[in-house]
């Protein structure tokens, strides 16, 4: 079986690699699903580790329906990690109502060359999973990140069992929710694939800030947050 960590930094890389991780999927800011990591990081990462890296391609939070621009960004992160020598990318693209965005998941496996292309838990949003599946096999993926469209891949299993069963070339990477306690479930089942964070938090400061920087606000998957020119004029109009 092929264990995937999750590795949120290079700290986080490095431990999974010294622990017998067989590949990570760097990213950042887990505590919103994941976003593209720095191109500092992609690079210190690629020279630190000897196991694959696969790169998480998500410019922000929120859902995953992007704008032109959002998406030109995508593709140029792409390019990015092609010239890192990494071994593969991780992105997902859905329609405003849940469906697979067919054409722009194209384009991304045209950009994808040669690297591992995953699609990513955008999976679990989408609607009619099974067909997603086929379809996303019959485009070329080589993996499906999924925890079966349930809060984790162990409530997900019987989904999860079903689309293994479909499924001839395209692999399922089990995620979500995955333990010391529960992986032999995966193992039991036939998956050849795991992925989990194995996160623990570490204390880093003796007394709390009595500033908080992490805003609950900003965390709405149904909206994302964008700067208001009205706002901003305003503002300047005032001291100016």
């Not at 020598?85 to 991780?90: A, H, L, N, P, T």
């Not at 993926?141 to 070339?169: C, E, M, W």
Request: proline share 4%; with cysteine.
């Amino acid at each position: 079986m092929t264990v995937e960590v999750c590795a949120n930094s290079l700290e986080s890389a490095i431990n999974a690699e010294t622990a017998g991780a067989d590949r990570i999927e760097l990213c950042t800011e887990l505590g919103v699903g994941g976003l593209t990591p720095s191109y500092g990081l992609i690079k210190e990462a690629r020279k630190r580790l000897n196991i694959p890296i696969h790169v998480l391609i998500r410019p922000r939070s929120g859902d995953f329906t992007y704008s032109a621009d959002e998406f030109g960004i995508m593709k140029q992160d792409i390019a990015v990690c092609g010239d890192l020598g990494v071994d593969g990318i991780v992105c997902g693209v859905l329609h405003a109502d849940g469906t697979l965005d067919e054409e722009r998941t194209k384009e991304l496996l045209e950009c994808t060359g040669e690297l591992r292309f995953t699609f990513h838990r955008a999976f679990d949003w989408a609607k009619d999973a099974l067909n997603t599946a086929m379809l996303l096999e019959q485009m070329g993926a080589d993996h499906i990140l999924t925890s079966g469209q349930q809060t984790s891949a162990v409530a997900g299993l019987p989904l999860l069992t079903q689309l293994q069963k479909q499924l001839t070339r395209c692999a399922l990477i089990p995620a979500g929710g995955i333990r010391p306690e529960n992986a032999y479930q995966f193992k039991e089942k036939g998956f050849q694939n795991l992925h989990l964070s194995a996160v623990r938090f570490r204390q880093t400061l003796a007394d709390m800030p009595a500033i908080p920087m992490n805003s609950p606000s900003f965390l709405q998957e149904g909206q994302i947050g964008i700067s208001d020119p009205q706002v901003i004029q305003k503002v300047l109009e005032i001291v100016k």
